[in-house]
Every structure is written in C-alpha cells, then in structure tokens.
C-alpha cells in the first residue's frame, strides 16, 4: 500500500500550488481522505480532509478559505488546491485516510519563500 503526493515546490508568498496524491494497492472510494502537513520542529498536523460518502469537507482554520481538497475515485487520487500562501504553510505535505490507519509515504515539501 503506497499513498504518493507529489506537486510541491518552492512559491512565493500569495502564490498557488496543486498536490496529487496516487494510491496503490488500496481503493480509496470507501475512504475519508486527509491531507496532512509536517512544518519543522512541529508535530504532523491535518490540515483537510473529504469524506468517502458526500464529499463533504473540513479544513484547519489556519487555511479555512485558502485551500480546498477534492478527490477523484475513478483516479484513485486525491489533490488539494493551496491558494494564497503564506509562509506558515512551508512544509512536508502527506495524504492519508482521514484517521491515518496507511504507511506515511515519503511526503511532497512545500517551501513558501521570497
């Protein structure tokens, strides 16, 4: 079982990123899905998650309004569009079920800098 995010990079303050995160072998539908974010020296911290049935969707205040999380069944894949960003959201983005119950995989860093 493998959970990939990919999509990271270096963005100045106010600029946009789009992270995918591909599964492999595991079938996300029954899911509820979460985008998790580690910032140095801070404990790993859920920032979005979408559920399996409705796709409903909560979001962390630090980036209620910013950021939106979508998924896509038939890719098996979920993304999370970050808009307007700061450099409080610099760090390693992962995606897992939503309580995390798979492997963390390797992560996509996010670095928003000037």
């Known amino acids: 079982v493998q959970l990939q995010a990919s999509g990271g990079g270096l963005v100045q303050p106010g600029g946009s990123l789009r992270l995918s995160c591909t599964a492999s072998?595991?079938?996300?539908?029954?899911?509820?899905l979460g985008w998790f974010r580690q910032a140095p020296e801070k404990m790993r911290e859920e920032v979005a998650c979408i559920s399996a049935s409705d796709g409903s969707t909560y979001y962390g205040d630090s980036v209620k309004g910013r950021f939106t999380i979508s998924r896509d069944n038939v890719k098996n894949t979920v993304y999370l569009q970050m808009n307007s960003l700061k450099p409080e959201d610099t760090g390693v983005y992962y995606c897992n079920t939503s309580p995390p119950e798979k492997p963390w995989s390797q992560g996509t860093q996010v670095t928003v800098s000037s």
């Open positions: 072998g595991v079938t996300l539908d029954y899911y509820a």
